[in-house]
């Protein structure tokens, strides 16, 4: 009778096994009755039994007309068989859709800029000596993903191969997703996670690329779920909460050095912890943890000092430093929530006021996750697309705890029956409508003229970049908009390209980029032999495209090879339109 009390809890509230018996135990032992016998429920609970205990406080409840008996036989005995074919299914359902979004087409597009730097470093420290002139192995962020791409780069340089890398990482999200939304609420929640964030396009569009992103949010993951360990973990083990913490620390270590803005995320777990003082934990329990945090971070300054290019940490900081804002303030309101999916924002944030009154140290931990890291990017004069991207998965654990728990509470109080029902057509056009938003975005054809940074492959790009390997001469030298086209043609091209936007002053520019200080002398003396202008520079600058355009004019500049794509015109017409022109100079 008592497991199957709990068993009613746990379907009821969304909440694990042992969860349940404790309240099922704060009711005094009475078995409470199920939602269709429920009149009147005035719910008013509040979370206090250790993890996410809820206490009935044993309000009015008037029955219908027949009475309610607790059941005397035994619940039925589980099915093991039937039980792995449920489980099975569920691993279907959230795998299929999270393995086919990110590879599908996968290698439709060539990299773009980034993924053209990342992968080449990775080649470079594999020994493909091609690369190294181009991408040398110490540029801009620790080397953790960079060393693990760098294994199968020992056979060759595929791209493909280097996309399905991050993609598994990606899909590896998915299921500790899960095991964090199982473990923090009910392996239901878990389910409805994973499944959100398997098809969430913010994840999905990142993960498919060489990236540092995708890999950082992975070790995040990670080191969010050993927290949910260490904090669900019984408060007089402290030898094994201190090691769940210090799994935390490793997995937050590695995180840092896959990229070193992933720090900010130490500033939500020291937010989480001073607002949550009833998991503090013994001052000699934290020394392990923070040693071994520590160790982990030294080892990127250490590693470039060994090296002998400690100057090019210093130099990058300092441009990060004073780098002039790229995007608008309102850049991250405009972006995120559509690639996060408005509906499950609106979950997230339905389940963080609906629960309010029962908001633990759950929601404290996920809100401190998300909300550090924004408030610092958020201010942060330079913003991109892919930097909020550690925080999904958290927004996904909110938004399945609002479509479960805050369904079954809402439910209960407007008396609408069984609130199992309403979650699973609320998740069901939730999953769907962000399943077609990812689909539509990593179709090749998507792409147009203009393109957003870290939001997918460059149209062009890769077939430019081969067209520069086959026709032009060794040892030329060709001049690009800017520094991002520069590093595609030398990824794919094997030329060197300087980019016109660079600036002379090394307070503007990226320290590894080599700025060309007078160009007008370079194309009068045959130092730089052919031009590259690129509609996606050109939508960021007019100025360095007109400046462009007057020098392949002044110096003879004929037209010797062109990369379209389709775009869509105002009257509904598709047009091809030029992406890249690559002009040959004479003096």
């Given at each position: 009778m ?8 746990t379907?009821r509230?969304g909440?694990?096994t042992d ?5 099922r135990r704060?009711?005094n032992?009475g078995?409470v009755?199920p939602s269709?016998?429920?009149q ?6 509040t979370?206090?039994?250790d993890?996410a205990t809820i206490?009935?406080r044993r309000p ?6 027949e009475?309610?008996h607790?059941?005397?036989t035994?619940?039925p005995p589980?099915?093991?068989?039937g ?5 099975l299914l569920g691993?279907?359902v959230v ?13 439709a597009?060539g990299?773009n800029s980034?993924e053209a730097?990342?992968?080449?470093q ?7 000596t091609?690369y190294?002139p ?12 960079h060393?693990l791409?760098?294994?199968p780069y ?5 791209p493909l191969?280097g ?13 500790v997703a ?9 392996r239901?929640?878990?389910f409805?996670?994973a499944?959100?964030?398997?098809v969430?396009p913010y994840?999905v ?8 992103d995708?890999?950082t ?5 990670v080191?969010?779920?050993l ?10 083990a402290?030898l094994?909460?201190?090691a ?9 270590g590695?995180?840092?050095l ?8 130490m ?7 001073a ?6 934990t013994?001052m000699?329990h934290?020394?392990a943890p923070?040693?071994?945090y520590g ?8 590693s ?19 780098r002039?804002a790229?995007?608008t303030w309102t850049?991250y309101?405009?972006?995120v929530p559509p690639?996060?999916?408005w509906l ?7 389940g ?9 140290w759950r929601?404290t931990?996920l809100?401190?996750?998300i909300l550090v890291?924004?408030g610092?990017f958020q201010?942060?004069p330079v913003k991109?697309f892919q930097?909020?991207l550690p ?22 109080r407007?008396?609408?029956g069984d609130?199992r029902?309403i979650?699973?057509?609320?998740v069901?056009?939730?999953?769907v409508s962000?399943g077609l938003?990812s689909?539509s975005q990593v ?8 393109f957003?940074?870290?939001s997918g492959g460059?149209p062009g790009?890769r077939?430019a970049g081969e067209?520069?390997r086959?026709h032009?001469p ?6 690009a908009?800017g520094p991002?086209?520069a590093?595609i043609?030398q990824f794919y091209?094997?030329r060197k390209v300087?980019g016109?936007?660079v600036?002379p002053n090394p307070?503007h520019?990226n320290?590894?980029?080599?700025p060309?200080?007078?160009p007008?002398?370079k194309?009068r003396?045959?130092d730089i032999?052919?031009?590259v ?16 355009q007057?020098?392949?004019d ?8 062109t990369?379209t794509v389709?775009?869509?015109t105002p ?5 091809d339109k030029p992406?890249?022109i690559i002009?040959e100079?004479r003096p």
């Amino acid at each position: 009778m008592a497991d199957r009390g709990a068993r009613d809890l746990t379907q009821r509230f969304g909440v694990d096994t042992d969860t349940a018996e404790r309240m099922r135990r704060a009711t005094n032992g009475g078995p409470v009755p199920p939602s269709s016998h429920v009149q009147d429920l005035h719910v008013d609970l509040t979370v206090d039994l250790d993890d996410a205990t809820i206490d009935l406080r044993r309000p009015s409840i008037d029955v219908r007309d027949e009475p309610w008996h607790a059941p005397d036989t035994a619940p039925p005995p589980v099915d093991p068989r039937g039980q792995a074919v449920r489980w099975l299914l569920g691993a279907l359902v959230v795998l299929v859709p999270a393995v086919v979004l990110r590879v599908v087409a996968l290698d439709a597009l060539g990299f773009n800029s980034d993924e053209a730097v990342y992968a080449g470093q990775a080649a470079s420290i594999a020994g493909q000596t091609q690369y190294l002139p181009y991408f040398p192995v110490f540029r801009a962020h620790p080397l953790l993903f960079h060393s693990l791409l760098s294994i199968p780069y020992q056979l060759g340089v595929s791209p493909l191969v280097g996309r399905l890398v991050p993609a598994a990482l990606g899909v590896a999200t998915v299921g500790v997703a899960y095991a964090a939304g199982a473990r923090m609420y009910s392996r239901r929640a878990g389910f409805v996670t994973a499944l959100l964030l398997a098809v969430m396009p913010y994840h999905v569009v990142v993960s498919r690329q060489v990236l540092l992103d995708g890999p950082t949010t992975f070790f995040a993951t990670v080191g969010l779920y050993l927290l949910i360990r260490h904090a669900t973990c019984d408060p007089a083990a402290q030898l094994e909460r201190a090691a769940w913490l210090a799994g935390a620390a490793a997995a937050l270590g590695l995180t840092f050095l896959t990229k070193e803005t992933s720090i900010l995320l130490m500033g939500g777990v020291y937010a989480f912890f001073a607002l949550r003082p009833e998991l503090r934990t013994r001052m000699r329990h934290l020394i392990a943890p923070l040693a071994l945090y520590g160790g982990f971070v030294v080892l990127y300054p250490v590693s470039l000092a060994l090296s002998g290019r400690q100057s090019t940490g210093n130099s990058f900081l300092l441009w990060q430093l004073f780098r002039r804002a790229n995007h608008t303030w309102t850049f991250y309101f405009e972006v995120v929530p559509p690639a996060l999916g408005w509906l499950v924002v609106a979950a997230a944030v339905f389940g963080v006021y609906v629960l309010r009154r029962r908001n633990t140290w759950r929601e404290t931990l996920l809100l401190c996750w998300i909300l550090v890291p924004f408030g610092f990017f958020q201010l942060w004069p330079v913003k991109g697309f892919q930097y909020l991207l550690p925080m999904a998965p958290a927004v996904a654990l909110l938004a399945a705890r609002g479509m479960t728990v805050g369904v079954d509470v809402l439910a209960l109080r407007h008396q609408r029956g069984d609130g199992r029902l309403i979650t699973a057509v609320v998740v069901a056009v939730t999953v769907v409508s962000l399943g077609l938003s990812s689909w539509s975005q990593v179709q090749p054809q998507s792409a147009g003229t203009e393109f957003l940074a870290g939001s997918g492959g460059v149209p062009g790009g890769r077939e430019a970049g081969e067209w520069v390997r086959e026709h032009v001469p060794e040892g030329a030298r060709l001049l690009a908009l800017g520094p991002s086209m520069a590093n595609i043609i030398q990824f794919y091209g094997d030329r060197k390209v300087y980019g016109l936007s660079v600036s002379p002053n090394p307070l503007h520019r990226n320290p590894v980029y080599e700025p060309v200080h007078n160009p007008d002398y370079k194309l009068r003396n045959s130092d730089i032999q052919f031009l590259v202008w690129d509609s996606y520079s050109a939508g960021r600058s007019s100025f360095f495209s007109d400046k462009l355009q007057r020098y392949a004019d002044r110096y003879n500049g004929r037209v010797v090879h062109t990369e379209t794509v389709e775009v869509r015109t105002p009257a509904g017409e598709i047009v091809d339109k030029p992406a890249i022109i690559i002009y040959e100079v004479r003096p």
